[in-house]
T-cell receptor, first 114, second 111 residues
Framework: SAVISQKPSRDICQRGTSLTIQCQVD?????MFWYRQQPGQSLTLIAT?????????ESGFVIDKFPISRPNLTFSTLTVSNMSPEDSSIYLC???????????FGQGTRLTVV | AQSVSQHNHHVILSEAASLELGCNYS??????LFWYVQYPGQHLQLLLK??????LVKGIKGFEAEFIKSKFSFNLRKPSVQWSDTAEYFC?????????FGKGNQVVVIP
């Protein structure tokens, strides 16, 4: 198993600003992911955070908007850049300890852009 | 690409009633299947999973799910729900090292 700590847990931000969300895992993991859960919607994968290389983004998500860092095997950050109200969502960090197996999730960051 | 469908987004039922949540997926290859649950104010946690073997899997809190390959389905069931089962339930599929989620079922159990 894995215990994931995410912060901040929530924030209210002005449009045009950026917010960086941190994800800390209590053990070394290979696979780390960032998801977005918009109101009434499913969880959507934003990107896979790769240690030592650029993140792999899913269709519809780009590095300029959602830059990701992964400096080591226990930590990652997601930045939501130049925010607009449409970015209001819950952002979740996830890890997969067994490649294709069970995923563990942080409690999420509830972002509101005004 | 893989996708997951969940119907009846809002489900309201009384304690002791039976619950069944449908999940259908589309993916051409071998998949791992999951049901996750999110209780109010808590993070997502695994309810049960299917990788291979017996298609009827049992999870925590009396939940079970049946994988029917021919129907591309992985429906979740519980014979008798409790008030504490009030939560949002997500079906998920992993076919290429990426989890794809359904839209979820918001289940409310009335005491």
């Amino acid at each position: 198993s894995a215990v994931i700590s995410q912060k901040p847990s929530r924030d209210i931000c002005q449009r045009g600003t950026s917010l960086t969300i941190q994800c800390q895992v209590d053990s070394q993991v290979t696979m780390m992911f960032w998801y977005r859960q918009q109101p009434g919607q499913s969880l959507t994968l934003i990107a896979t955070a790769n240690q030592g290389s650029e993140a792999t983004y899913e269709s519809g998500f780009v590095i300029d908007k959602f830059p990701i860092s992964r400096p080591n095997l226990t930590f990652s950050t997601l930045t939501v850049s130049n925010m607009s109200p449409e970015d209001s969502s819950i952002y979740l960090c996830s890890v997969d300890t067994t490649r294709g197996g069970e995923a563990f999730f942080g409690q999420g960051t509830r972002l509101t852009v005004v | 690409a893989q996708s997951v469908s969940q119907h009846n987004h809002h489900v309201i039922l009384s304690e002791a009633a039976s619950l069944e949540l449908g999940c259908n997926y589309s993916y051409g290859g071998t998949v791992n299947l999951f049901w996750y649950v999110q209780y109010p104010g808590q993070h997502l946690q695994l309810l049960l999973k299917y990788f291979s073997g017996d298609p009827l899997v049992k999870g925590i809190k009396g939940f079970e799910a049946e994988f029917i390959k021919s129907k591309f389905s992985f429906n979740l069931r519980k014979p008798s729900v409790q008030w504490s089962d009030t939560a949002e339930y997500f079906c998920a599929v992993n076919g290429n090292n990426r989890l794809a989620f359904g839209k979820g079922n918001q289940v409310v159990v009335i005491p």
